[in-house]
C-alpha cells in the first residue's frame, strides 16, 4: 500500500469510520438504553411546546432555515461555495476540504439512519418526512458541516479578530436556526439534532486536518494543493461545530 493510501486511512477513513461507530452508539443510547432517564424522558415535552408556539410569522421564518439546510439548497451552495474558492485562490485544498466534510456528514448520516429506526416527534409535522430515522437530523448535519466549514476557511483568511468573529457568529447561527427549527416544525427530537452538531462538527474537524494542515506530508512530497508562500495551518485547525 502507498504512502497516500496509508495517510488517507489514518487520517479520514479510520476517523469517519470511528465517527459512524459513535453517532450509531449515541443512536441506540438514545432509543434504547436511555429512553426512560432524563432529559431523553422531556423530549416530548419540548416538541409539544414548539409546537404549541407556532404561528404565522414564525412558520416563515422556520421555513426559511429549512429550505437552507435542504438536501438541494446544500448540494448547491456547496459546489458554488467551492467553485468560488477555487477560482480566488487557485488552488483545491479549500475547496476539497468543503466538499469532502459535506460529503462525509452526508453518508455518516444515511448509514446512521439504516441502523437507528426512531419515530419522529409525536406533533403535527409540518413537513414531508423521508424514508429516514428521525436521528439524527439531515438538515442541522449538513448545515452545520457546509457552514461551519465556511466560517473555518473564511475565518482563517481574515486579517482581524473582528472580522473573525464576525464570521463565525454569521455562519455559526444558521446551523442553530436549522436545529429549532426542525424541532418547531416537528420533524426531530432535541437530541436528533445535538447528535447532528456531533456529526457535523466532527467532519469539519476530521477533514480540517487532514486537508488544511499544510505541515502534513502526504506520501514522499508535501500535498500540492498549495502554493509557496500560503498561510500554515496548524494539525489543530478549529472546526467548530
Not at 25 to 45: I, M, S
Amino acid at each position: 500500500m502507498s504512502d497516500v493510501a496509508v495517510q488517507i486511512a489514518r487520517r479520514v477513513l479510520l476517523p469517519v469510520a470511528l465517527l459512524f461507530a459513535v453517532m450509531v452508539g449515541l443512536g441506540l443510547l438514545v432509543t434504547r438504553v436511555l429512553t426512560h432517564t432524563w432529559p431523553f424522558t422531556v423530549e416530548d415535552a419540548v416538541n409539544r411546546e414548539f409546537a404549541g408556539d407556532r404561528s404565522s410569522g414564525w412558520n416563515d421564518v422556520s421555513l426559511v432555515f429549512s429550505t437552507l439546510a435542504s438536501t438541494q439548497m446544500i448540494v448547491v451552495v456547496t459546489v458554488l461555495a467551492a467553485l468560488v474558492l477555487r477560482l480566488v485562490l487557485h488552488r483545491w485544498r479549500e475547496p476539497i476540504f468543503l466538499c469532502a466534510a459535506v460529503s462525509a456528514q452526508a453518508l455518516i448520516f444515511l448509514f446512521t439512519t439504516m441502523v437507528i429506526d426512531r419515530n419522529r416527534p409525536a406533533v403535527e409535522h409540518m413537513d414531508a418526512s423521508p424514508p429516514t430515522s428521525s436521528f439524527p437530523s439531515g438538515h442541522t448535519s449538513a448545515a452545520t458541516a457546509l457552514y461551519v466549514g465556511l466560517a473555518v476557511l473564511l475565518a482563517l483568511r481574515a486579517r482581524s479578530t473582528p472580522a473573525k468573529v464576525t464570521w463565525w457568529t454569521l455562519l455559526v447561527l444558521v446551523p442553530v436556526g436549522v436545529a429549532l427549527t426542525r424541532m418547531y416544525r416537528g420533524m426531530h427530537h432535541p437530541s436528533d439534532v445535538v447528535a447532528s452538531f456531533v456529526n457535523g462538527g466532527t467532519c469539519v474537524a476530521i477533514m480540517a486536518r487532514a486537508v488544511l494542515d499544510r505541515t502534513l506530508t502526504w506520501g514522499r512530497a508535501k500535498l500540492s494543493m498549495s502554493r509557496p508562500g500560503d498561510d500554515v495551518t496548524p494539525a489543530g485547525a478549529p472546526a467548530g461545530g
